[in-house]
C-alpha cells in the first residue's frame, strides 16, 4: 500500500527554521517525482517545490525561492528545509507523488509560523 506522511511541522518565529519530512512506505520513492504543497486557512492549495526523480532538478515558487530547498537522501525520505520563515508561509504542508496513474497525498504537517 503506498502511503506518504509527513513530519516536521510545529510553531516557529519568524525568522526561524523547520525541515519538514515526507517518508514514503509501498513503494521506491526515488523513481519518482515529488513535489510539496501548502494550504493556508481560506486560500487553495498550491505548489511550494518538486524535486525530480533523480533529485537532479528543483523547482521552487516565488514565494519560497531563497528561503526553501527540497533534496531527497535515499529511497524513503524528501526534505523542505524551510529557512527564514514568514507568517505567510503558515499553512498545512504536503508531499505529493503520481505514481502509476493514480496520485497519492499525505495527510499533511502544521506550520505556523507566529511571534
Known amino acids: 500500500q503506498v502511503q506518504l506522511v509527513e513530519s516536521g511541522g510545529g510553531l516557529v518565529q519568524p525568522g526561524g527554521s523547520l525541515r519538514l519530512s515526507c517518508a514514503a512506505s509501498?513503494?521506491?520513492?526515488?523513481?519518482?517525482?515529488i513535489t510539496w504543497f501548502r494550504q493556508a486557512p481560506g486560500k487553495e492549495r498550491e505548489g511550494v517545490s518538486c524535486?525530480?526523480?533523480?533529485?537532479?532538478?528543483t523547482n521552487y515558487a516565488d514565494s519560497v525561492k531563497g528561503r526553501f530547498t527540497i533534496s531527497r537522501d535515499n529511497a524513503k525520505t524528501v526534505y523542505l528545509r524551510m529557512n527564514n520563515l514568514k507568517p505567510e508561509d503558515t499553512a498545512v504542508y504536503y508531499c505529493?507523488?503520481?505514481?502509476?496513474?493514480?496520485?497519492?497525498w499525505g495527510q499533511g504537517t502544521q506550520v505556523t509560523v507566529s511571534s
Open positions: 505529493y507523488a503520481f505514481i502509476r496513474s493514480y496520485s497519492y
Open positions: 524535486i525530480s526523480s533523480s533529485g537532479g532538478t
Open positions: 509501498g513503494f521506491t520513492l526515488d523513481y519518482y517525482a
